[in-house]
């Protein structure tokens, strides 16, 4: 898969917002907790702060980030790469499944029953790369951080919305990042999806770019392992009956 690479100088900057945004996050979560009686509902944020500082760092490189909802209210970025006609997406590993990603996985680290409708259309950007017959399948390791709502598995783009967004590209990634039992970003991959097999190949790990700047360096003090760990104990969102998926929209009403 080395032919499918990202430069070193993109891999650089997305490790360094995955990194910054995720020491945001940390730094808003430790306010919360300090100036809040109740501050559970910020363990949902820490995709928007990775987003946003993925985006700060790779706008020098002339990659574009767009606003795209996932659900009613959730929001993501969607980063592209217009010389290259390259999308790409940030997941948590700890969602993410590459022998299933259309489906990926609950907050308990199983297998989801119902595909992402999204992300299946994503997914066929790929239909023209050549994938080699003998792909790097390696997984990705499983984070025992449980967090609620680091990424809602909802739906909101149209099928047709979501087509005409696969047309203006060639390659889609997703670039997942992984949290230890510290509660500190530990492997950072990048991954292409096959649309044949619904499989994600390891294209590169860009873990070796994790801790090589002073400004990577987390500090993590017990006060704040003990705020994350407290908001670990949040049950699967699918639990409230909020989850909406494809096969959950009736074919006449559009409704849920």
């Known amino acids: 898969m080395k032919k499918f690479r990202l430069s070193g100088e993109l891999n650089e900057s997305i490790v360094d917002g995955i990194i910054e ?46 606003l795209s909802k996932a659900g009613v209210t959730w929001q993501y970025l969607q980063f592209s790469v217009d010389d290259i006609k390259t999308l ?104 292409m999806p096959n649309p044949s097999d619904n499989k994600a190949y390891l294209v590169e790990d860009l873990s070796a770019y994790i801790n090589t700047k002073t400004s990577h360096i987390i500090e993590m003090e017990e006060q704040t392992k003990a705020i994350l760990q407290n908001s670990t104990e949040m049950p699967d969102a699918s639990l409230y009956d909020i989850e909406i998926v494809e096969d959950d929209v009736d074919d006449a009403t559009g409704e849920s």
């Open 21 to 66: 945004g995720y020491k945001d996050y940390l730094r808003v979560r430790k306010e919360a907790a300090r100036n809040l009686r109740v501050h559970g509902a910020y363990a949902w944020v820490k995709g928007n702060h990775i987003d946003h500082h993925v985006a700060v760092q790779c706008e020098k490189l002339g990659v574009e980030s767009k």
């Open 88 to 191: 790409f997406l940030i997941k948590n590993a700890r969602y993410f499944d590459p022998n299933a990603v259309d489906r990926g996985k609950d907050t308990y680290g199983r297998p989801k029953s119902k595909k992402s409708a999204y992300m299946e259309e994503f997914i066929s950007i790929n239909e023209e790369v050549e994938f080699p017959n003998k792909t790097n399948k390696a997984l990705a390791g499983h984070s025992r951080q449980l967090v609620l709502f680091d990424e809602l598995p909802f739906d909101s783009l149209t099928a047709k919305e979501v087509s005409e967004i696969a047309k203006e590209y060639d390659k889609f990634y997703i670039v997942t990042y992984e949290i230890d039992d510290e509660f500190l970003i530990s492997g950072i991959n990048l991954w």
